[in-house]
């Protein structure tokens, strides 16, 4: 059979851009992915998730009939799940435990268990590997004791191939980069200091719910997808599988709900119904925050909006700021307000550039003029009337020098008036591509 082999390496990171992995190097048959040296091991939730999408993306293109691991370390431990989700059997082989089973905590100690649990066959090189595996994670009679690397495939091979569509799950695991977003939404749990009992609405597999969990703030979320829910109930956290604002509708009270990227899921009446329920929900005091994509951002515009198969329009904070307010609640914060958004105007021609035209006349030459000169010229002198040519023409050269410098002094200060301008309208570059919203909900 053929197979597509992905290869992945150890090392520090190349870029400082948050990713926990990166494509090498690519061949016919196969690539290598360079992965951080941290998620060698099992704890860091999902920032170990290093090798999911590249695998996701792999699996969708190569169409396997099964997925073969062969380690069971931080970067890998996702995998199966992954598959599963795809509809892929997996088979894992497991070498010696990456870090001390003993000492992981009950959340990474219930990912691991859901990773191993959906694996087709689990395969050891001998019993003493098979045995380094505690029941607590896994039945160990389970694991099929397999010296060659060409573990038993029979059967699954056999089995009736995947059914690939694309659904939101696809596009869940596909395209997006879980490390990468655990960097983009941690600093959010900032704006839920002091609450303990914490709502994520549509909270998707549930990075936002860990980081609050990080930080020693217990919360829930609730997310449509079955697949998806589940997936994050396999990382030890909270989740109901439900529709968020039916769930708003009939929930308790929280002191702090979260709302990532789901308003732009939504037409206007949805929006104004989630605040409406949402101020229902809360507590006196409680506080919402909302983030989603800035309609003022070039990059959500061009990059990244429309990458998601369910949007349905962009917001502006101002028109949602105007909406809570009407709803009842009280702005508190808006990142927006805490970036000027400065509009410069620019020709579409380019404005010319002053060019200097002076030029440096040359330093005129006086040869010895008759008998007396030349004497004077070989004992090192000059007469006093070739010292006042020499001078006149120094003065003259000095002039030139001067009329060109002004004119290179212009000529750069004009540049710098244009390179401004240029500058101002890259500026616009730099907006956040999200905006975050705090609201607040009266205490009386």
């Not at 009736?160 to 749990?189: I, K, N, T, W």
Request: glycine share 8%; charged share 20%.
């Amino acid at each position: 059979m053929s197979a597509f082999d992905l290869s992945y390496c150890f090392g520090p990171s190349l870029e400082d851009n948050g990713a926990a992995s990166w494509r090498s190097s690519a061949h016919e048959g196969g690539e290598v992915i360079r992965v951080l040296d941290a998620t060698r091991g099992y704890s860091g939730g999902f920032s170990q998730h290093a090798l999911n999408h590249f695998v996701a993306q792999a699996v969708l293109r190569e169409r396997p009939a099964v997925l073969y691991v062969d380690s069971f370390e931080g970067c890998t431990v996702d995998l199966p799940r992954v598959a599963a989700l795809l509809g892929i059997p997996v088979v894992m082989r497991l070498g010696p435990p990456a870090e001390s089973l003993q000492a992981l905590d009950a959340s990474t100690t219930a990912w691991l268990r859901a990773a191993l649990s959906s694996c087709s066959r689990l395969l050891a090189t001998d019993e003493r590997t098979r045995d380094l595996w505690p029941p607590s994670l896994l039945d160990p009679t389970s694991i099929e004791v397999a010296p060659s690397n060409d573990g038993p495939l029979q059967g699954l091979l056999d089995a009736p191939a995947a059914e690939y569509r694309y659904d939101y799950s696809v596009y869940e695991f596909c395209q997006r980069d879980h490390p990468l977003l655990v960097g983009m939404q941690r600093p959010g749990v900032r704006h839920f200091e002091g609450c303990s009992n914490v709502l994520d609405l549509a909270c998707g597999v549930g990075i936002f719910l860990a980081c609050l969990a990080d930080e020693g703030i217990a919360a829930m979320g609730v997310e449509r997808d079955a697949r998806i829910a589940e997936y994050a109930r396999g990382m030890g956290l909270q989740v109901v599988t439900a529709d968020a604002l039916e769930h708003l509708g009939a929930a308790k009270t929280y002191d702090g709900i979260h709302c990532s990227h789901f308003i732009e899921h939504l037409p206007v009446e949805g929006v104004q119904k989630l605040l409406e329920l949402a101020l229902d929900a809360l507590e006196p005091g409680g506080v919402l925050v909302l983030v989603f994509p800035d309609p003022e951002s070039i990059r959500s515009q061009l990059l990244g909006f429309w990458r998601d198969p369910e949007h349905v329009r962009f917001y502006h904070p101002e028109l949602v700021m105007g909406m809570a307010t009407a709803a009842g609640f009280l702005p508190e914060y808006s990142s927006y307000e805490d970036q000027p958004h400065r509009v410069v105007s620019f020709a579409e021609d380019p404005p010319p550039v002053t060019r200097p035209t002076a030029s440096v006349s040359a330093l005129e030459e006086f040869p010895a003029d008759g008998p007396l000169d030349r004497l004077l010229g070989l004992l090192g002198l000059a007469s006093r009337a070739r010292l006042t040519r020499l001078e006149k023409s120094l003065a003259n050269l000095g002039e030139s020098l001067a009329e060109v410098s002004a004119g290179q002094v212009a000529a750069l200060a004009s540049l710098e008036a244009r390179t401004d301008v240029l500058w101002d309208v890259s500026r616009t570059w730099a907006w956040n591509d999200n905006v975050t919203l705090r609201l607040r909900k009266p205490a009386r």
